[in-house]
Each structure stands twice: as structure tokens, then as C-alpha cells.
């Protein structure tokens, strides 16, 4: 099969200007897509981003870059004013949303490294050195990389106090990691502006079915959003819409730096992994660019593991 979109047809990726949102709109660009990046950036960021989207003109197709509040009203309407007049109707092949923007506080304050803390003043005393020197052996070594069988033994972050989730902090999250999904394809519908066979996607994580420390208001974005997906699979079917979820393994991007501990996650995972590493953010859009062919037209309401088998490894 070889792998090359229409040109008239476009991607809506919203949260594409770093992670999976950007390595998408570069595989679709590659191969021939035009592509819509809606994202939300400070000044200071943007000579780096800037350069990634000169790369995506460079390809030859279609390029429009919106930088604004994907998730207000007054932002949602700037962009699809713009894209509607851009574009016209019906040619919104894919829309991916990949929006990083929620709340990681803990639902109460954390206890502190009880285990990790015994089993190295245990190791310590079998070795006949103080714990303080052994738990910063490890630490340097760990950090160091190359190490990650050391993570049980790593240090936790600083169990520090401080504000807890609140009913606004977990409104947000779901709404802006997971609802938020309708809404967008709702309006991008209702312009008229789907193509007759396009895709959508959102992002899920393991978070959805674990439970991890501060990560309780995103994981309910994600149930929400696998939810909604579902829903839309089934509504706008019967319109030549599909909807998916891909739940990546865990993946070294910005948003997964932001949660406490991310280190031990990620060497954990490459323990686990078969493949011996971590899922990239290319990995994704491989498969998002698959699933936007033709020949995946009878993939709907679905959730596609993209992760090495990395959930699957005992």
C-alpha cells in the first residue's frame, strides 16, 4: 500500500505544535495531507515552533497555523472561521485532538516514599553504609540513565504539601482533555466542513483503567473522552465519520515530563516493554496515518494499543 493523501484534504490537529499532535501533522504532511495546527504557545516558545512549522510549508501542501485558545468559544469560532474560509466544505479528512491541559495535583496529600525509604535503610545496613550516601549513589545513578532497574530503589519526588483537587480542578481537565473532543467535532460538523469519509481521534493513556498519584483528574478526562469517542463513532457513522482512540505506551513528551515521578514511569516502561524502549511520538503517527487511509474506513469506535506491547507484558 502506499501511503499518499489528496492534497485537498486536510487535518485539524488541535495541540499540534510539540508530542504527538506535531510528529502527526509532520507524517501526514510527508505524505501529502495539508494540515491545520490550532495550539496554544507563549512568545518566547514560538522561534522553535516556528521552525518545525517552516519544515511542514517546506513539504509542498497546504498549511495553516492558529495560535489561540482551542478551548474557549471566542477561540474555537477564530479558528474555524479561518479554517472555512481556507478550505471551503467537505475537506476536513482528519481531525486529531491532542490537548495536554490538566490538573496534577493529588487527591490528598502524599504520604511519602514509605517503601522505597525502607528498602534502601535496609540495603544500607547490609552494606554497611549510611542511607543518606546510598540513596544518593543511587540517585546519581539512576539519573545518569542506563540504569532504569534502579527505579524501585530512586528516591520519590519530595512528598510536599500543598492544594488538592477541587470540583473546578477535575471540571477543567475533563472538559479540556475529554469533552472537549464533541464539542470540536460538533462544530466542525455542523460547518459542513468533514469530508465524506474522514477521521477522528483522540489520545488515551493507561491512566484510563490505573490509578496514579495526581493523576486522578486526567484519568477521568480520559474515560470521558474514550467515552465520547464511542458515542461519536455511533452518531456520525451513518455520516461517513469515524471516530478512534489510540492509547499510546508511555511516551517521552512535555505533558508526561509535568507528572511527578515521570523518570521512574519511563524506566519502568522500557523494563517492561518487548521492544525494549519507549513508544515515540512517531510511533503514533504511524498509526494515525494508517488509519486515516482508505483501507481503514471499517476501523470505528475502537481503542488501538500503540504501545510495543507494553500493556499486554506481565
Known sequence: MSLRFEPNHWAVILGGSSGFGLATAQKLARHGMSVCVVHRDRKGAMPAIEAKFEELRATGVGFLAQNLDALSLVGRKTALDALAAKLGAGRVRVLLHSIAFGNLK????PKGDGAGTAAREKLAAKLGVAPAALAEAVRAVFSAGDADALAALAEAPPAEPGPVLEDEDFARTVYSMGT???TWTQDVFA???FASDARVFGLTSEGNELALRGYAAVAAAKCAL???SRALAAELGPYGVRSNIIQAGVTDTPALRLIPGSDRMKAAARLKNPLGRLTTPADVADV???LATDEARWVNGALIRVDGGERIAG
Open 288 to 290: 494515525i496515518a494508517l
Open 106 to 109: 493529588p487527591l490528598v496529600a
Open 226 to 228: 474514550e467515552s465520547v
Open 180 to 182: 472537549s473532543l464533541a
Open 191 to 193: 460547518r459542513g466542513l
